[in-house]
């Protein structure tokens, strides 16, 4: 039955996480760009709140949520800074992908690190997804994995892997030789050090500078077959993939809002000719479109994150939810592009300075393709 | 919890209205378009479907599904079926129409039994809301038509146009001032019922689409009503009319775009098939490609137009204030449903001359009132501005 109001439950994660964005995100943004990464303090504090452990309780996590609670979190980290944000969510989908995808044994031998509250909160995950041939789509998915006996061969490259260089948990979505669809797509943990394997740091990175990043090329790079993850066909690389796409939404989201809410502020008092210039239709305009837009993805988002949550209970099969989590992605990226370029146009040449974080923010929503 | 899966009375609302789209409207459109009547066969249908039978069973499913106010909601889901059938046609349904809204929120117990009570006798009913008047339309404080109490009858004067049903509504809700200098506050809602001496029907419109809905002028020249025909609100405070007046617009903005998002499907619709059964040999592959991903666009967009609609409407049956979602639901609908078939047009334009074609050509004419009617595209973005600068004066 239809309903648009969030569960009590989810209001206060969603608080819990605004606060965590306004009050520890927000202000670092800046230096955790020029420093290119997240802070090891924030990264401890963010633990604290479990947030960021969504695992399994036997495995010392805070136990698993649902999607839509996650792209609300998603969001609100957006809304704090989208450079961090994505910092946190890329280093998720490495364990978080094991959890989705990969078998009891597999789970038990690579999550629980994550999970340890003393030096858990240092770890790295990271999920390999874009390539050369597109952005975040199933079908962008080239990389090939060679089934030959005990062991596989991968082939392709990777671009813009959030914590690629240090992690320590590198999963790497690829698809079987010779198949088509989702079906034919697996998540492969990369060992440490792999033979065949190259891994070069992205540099002076148009956006999400705080989220530090890098290309994978793989040359015949030989894996055993107990890397990949799960048994063939249980569907958990296309779960996994899927909830990425909704929690870079969630990120888009928030990105806007962010945008949406600072240029409403800076509109209202900055005069000109007298006046505030929200009071000019001129400007206004501008901040009704965006909220209008905003609103419109978001609810596209939510409805794709509930389709998720449903298939997870078995009630329809992927292709309704990828597509969902595909388009909401497209939506909320693109409205995050066009809503921070209108909040520097609405701030006119401060927006253009670093003083503003809008600027960046630009930077950071395009940087999300 | 958020869900988007709908109740299976708002999925038998749904279905059962599309079937009426279906069988009855979309057979009869192109011809009441071209005539800009409406054969009396259809009202007498529409009557039968939705007074005696489906409305009910839909209402005692609800009760029964312990679904309570949820009229709004299944309003717009069948709003959006019948206009994917003829949108001109499904204004004509027999009904108080937008005369309802205004009575329901601003009406006594009594005066809802009164005013209301005769559209149940099983006989064809229309009604109509006269708020617009010759150069005054979104600026309803602005209005000329005057009310004077005279001993226990109201007088009213002026002139309205724009008036859906207004020739053929048994009553029409008028708004009119009591005291100019009051502004807002002395604005009103009277209930004019049909025939009333000093009621006169001025001239019936031509326009671009929406033909078959009737669009009329009307004149009040010292038209006498009962004193008991102010809606004189539950709530005594002195905006209350201006309020009454501003509340219709809450409640119908979300059903205007379901109506612009039920056209903006079927033209998506029409331009789908026409690719995939008429599209001429030879016709270069790139193209082919860049109208298709034309239509996904369209397709999202459609998506995100018919949620707004539904929080819209879903927060008017849950009491909470939605100018701020109505105006996003209406707006963005309007201008989806405009790029939809300005997009079939042009994708369909070198085919073959076929009644596909008409009705798109249709519904591109019917469209461009979705920009306008119940406040324009710009006045929409008015109010979300005013919304998100409450403490900021937009003139």
């Known amino acids: 039955m239809l309903n648009f109001a969030p569960t009590e439950e989810q209001e206060e994660i969603r608080n819990l996480a605004q606060s965590l964005a306004s009050e520890q995100l927000r202000p670092r943004a800046r230096d955790a760009e020029k420093r290119g990464d997240i802070s090891p303090e924030l990264m401890q504090t963010l633990a604290q709140t479990g947030l960021t452990t969504p695992f399994p309780e036997a495995y010392g996590g805070s136990g698993p949520i649902e999607a839509l609670t996650y792209t609300f979190i998603a969001e609100e980290l957006g809304f704090g800074d989208g450079g961090l944000a994505m910092n946190i969510i890329g280093s998720l989908m490495g364990p978080l992908t094991v959890a989705l995808a990969g078998d009891e044994h597999q789970q038990k031998h690579y999550i629980p690190q994550f999970c340890d509250q003393h030096q858990g909160y240092l770890q790295r995950g990271s999920l390999a997804f874009a390539e050369r041939s597109g952005g975040y789509n199933l079908a962008d998915i080239h990389t090939t994995l060679r089934l030959q006996g005990e062991h596989c061969l991968i082939n392709g490259t990777k671009r813009d892997v959030i914590h690629g260089q240090q992690s320590n948990l590198r999963v790497v979505l690829a698809r079987v030789e010779g198949t088509t669809g989702p079906d034919g797509l697996r998540a492969v943990v990369v060992p440490t050090s792999l033979k065949g394997l190259s891994i070069k740091s992205d540099e002076l990175k148009l956006g999400l500078a705080a989220a530090p990043s890098a290309v994978f090329i793989f040359e015949h790079a030989s894996v055993s077959g107990t890397y990949v993850l799960g048994k063939p066909g249980n569907g958990g690389a296309i779960r996994a993939a899927t909830l990425y796409q909704l929690l870079r939404a969630g990120v888009a989201c928030g990105m806007a809002r962010a945008a949406l809410e600072y240029a409403r502020d800076y509109a209202r008092g900055r005069y000109a000719f007298g006046r505030p210039i929200a009071s000019y239709q001129g400007i206004a305009f501008i901040v009704a479109e965006m909220a209008m837009k905003l609103d419109a993805a978001r609810l596209l988002l939510w409805r794709a994150a509930q389709s998720w949550d449903q298939a997870e209970n078995g009630h329809e099969g992927y292709h309704t939810y990828v597509r969902e989590a595909e388009v909401a992605q497209y939506q909320a990226v693109k409205i995050a592009k066009s809503a921070t370029l209108d909040a520097i146009q609405i701030l006119g040449g401060a927006g253009f300075l670093q003083d503003h974080p809008v600027e960046m923010w630009a930077r950071n929503a395009a940087a999300m393709e | ?395």
């Open chain 2, 1 to 395: 919890m958020i869900d988007f899966t709908l109740s299976k009375s708002q999925q038998a609302n749904r279905d059962y209205a599309h079937q009426v789209a279906l069988e009855e409207m979309r057979p009869i459109s192109l011809q009441c378009d071209q005539t800009e009547e409406i054969p009396e066969s259809f009202f007498w249908n529409m009557q039968k479907r939705f007074w005696a039978g489906a409305a009910g069973q839909a209402r005692a499913q609800a009760r029964e599904e312990n679904e309570p106010g949820q009229g709004s909601l299944l309003t717009v889901l069948s709003q959006e079926e019948m206009a994917w059938g003829d949108a001109g046609l499904s204004t004509a349904i027999p009904g108080p129409g937008l005369a309802a809204p205004p009575i329901l929120s601003n009406g006594t117990p009594e005066q809802q039994m009164k005013f209301l009570g005769p559209y149940m006798d099983g006989q064809l009913h229309w009604g109509a809301l006269a708020l617009t008047e010759p150069g005054i339309g979104s600026d309803v404080a602005g209005m000329s038509t005057t009310a004077v109490l005279d001993g226990d009858e109201w007088v009213i004067n002026g002139h309205k146009h724009y008036i859906t049903n207004g020739a053929r509504a048994d009553l029409v809700i008028t708004f009119a001032t009591v005291d100019k200098k009051l502004g807002r506050e002395g604005i009103l809602p009277f209930v004019v019922p049909k025939g009333t001496p000093g009621l006169i029907v001025g001239r019936i419109e031509q326009k671009m689409g929406l033909r078959a809905s009737q669009t009329a002028e009307l004149i009040f020249e010292n038209c006498r009503i009962p004193k008991e025909n102010l809606l004189s609100g539950r709530e005594q405070s002195k905006k209350a009319g201006f309020k009454a007046a501003m509340g219709t617009l809450d409640a119908t903005r979300p059903m205007v775009g379901a109506l612009a998002v039920g056209i903006a499907r079927a033209a998506y619709e029409a331009s789908c098939e026409w690719i995939h059964e008429e599209l001429p040999k030879g016709y270069p592959a790139q193209k082919r490609r860049e109208m298709e991903a034309e239509l996904e666009e369209i397709r999202q967009e459609l998506e995100m137009a018919r949620f707004l609609v539904w929080r819209a409407a879903w927060m008017l049956d849950r009491r909470i204030p939605n100018s701020k979602e109505a105006s996003m639901s209406k707006a963005y609908a309007g201008g989806l449903v405009m790029k939809a078939t300005a997009a079939a047009v042009r994708i369909t334009a070198p085919g073959e001359n076929s009644e596909r074609k008409l009705f798109i050509h249709k519904w591109f004419r019917d469209a461009k009132v979705f920009d306008i009617f119940e406040g324009t595209a710009q006045i929409q973005r008015l109010v979300i501005a005013r919304r998100l600068f409450p403490e900021v004066d937009i003139p």
